[in-house]
T-cell receptor, first 109, second 115 residues
Framework: GQNIDQPTEMTATEGAIVQINCTYQ??????LFWYQQHAGEAPTFLSY??LDGLEEKGRFSSFLSRSKGYSYLLLKELQMKDSASYLC??????????WGAGTKLIIKP | GAVVSQHPSRVICKSGTSVKIECRSL??????MFWYRQFPKQSLMLMAT?????????EQGVEKDKFLINHASLTLSTLTVTSAHPEDSSFYIC???????????FGEGSWLTVV
């Protein structure tokens, strides 16, 4: 079966760095997405990885290793507004999105 | 700004009535749109894939006669919840993929409450 695993909840301190991991087993691979979702709102796009390596975009970076079925989202200089759920999603061989359950990130002052 | 717009953002309807939710891609054409629902504290669940000019493809367990999807143009897909019941109360989200392209853009979501 197809499976996406990510931690349920993480806590970090304002100004610090946090890494949210995502492992996947899917039927084929056509890319991995990270989305941010604040409570009661639709997800917003953060990053897309299809090749191995690190993609940096401001305070957020995303890493992919296709051979290991592994990705992480790195958030630097954490701000209180970064408190949200972070969703990992993989596009399989049919371009269907397989979603992880999301990681709730709690930022403390 | 938002590239995919959903309307209404919040709707309350009486049990037994029908409600329509619109999903529009504002600055691109989308041959494929997706409809999801999300219950509180749960992950997104794909309901159906909507293809312009053809019938939608529904996920297993989703009643196609209850959740009517119409993708009438390259910029508009609608989801109609027919004979709504309180258990249909949920957050409904659409997404669209530009053609050509790969990134998936989400609408703002629509909260449906059936009373």
């Amino acid at each position: 079966g197809q499976n996406i695993d990510q931690p349920t909840e993480m806590t970090a301190t304002e100004g610090a760095i946090v890494q949210i991991n995502c492992t996947y087993q899917t039927s084929g691979f056509n890319g991995l997405f990270w989305y941010q979702q604040h409570a009661g709102e639709a997800p917003t796009f953060l990053s897309y990885n299809v090749l191995d390596g690190l993609e940096e975009k401001g305070r957020f970076s995303s890493f992919l290793s296709r051979s290991k079925g592994y990705s992480y989202l790195l958030l630097k200089e954490l701000q209180m507004k970064d408190s949200a759920s972070y969703l990992c999603a993989v596009q399989d061989s049919n371009y269907q999105l397989i979603w992880g359950a999301g990681t709730k990130l709690i930022i403390k002052p | 700004g938002a590239v995919v717009s959903q309307h209404p953002s919040r709707v309350i309807c009486k049990s037994g009535t029908s409600v329509k939710i619109e999903c529009r891609s504002l600055d691109f054409q989308a041959t494929t749109m997706f409809w999801y629902r999300q219950f509180p504290k749960q992950s997104l669940m794909l309901m159906a894939t909507s293809n312009e000019g053809s019938k939608a493809t529904y996920e297993q367990g989703v009643e196609k006669d209850k959740f009517l999807i119409n993708h009438a143009s390259l910029t508009l897909s609608t989801l109609t919840v027919t004979s709504a019941h309180p258990e249909d109360s949920s957050f409904y989200i659409c997404s669209a993929v530009p053609f050509p392209g790969n990134t998936i853009y989400f609408g703002e979501g629509s909260w449906l409450t059936v009373v």
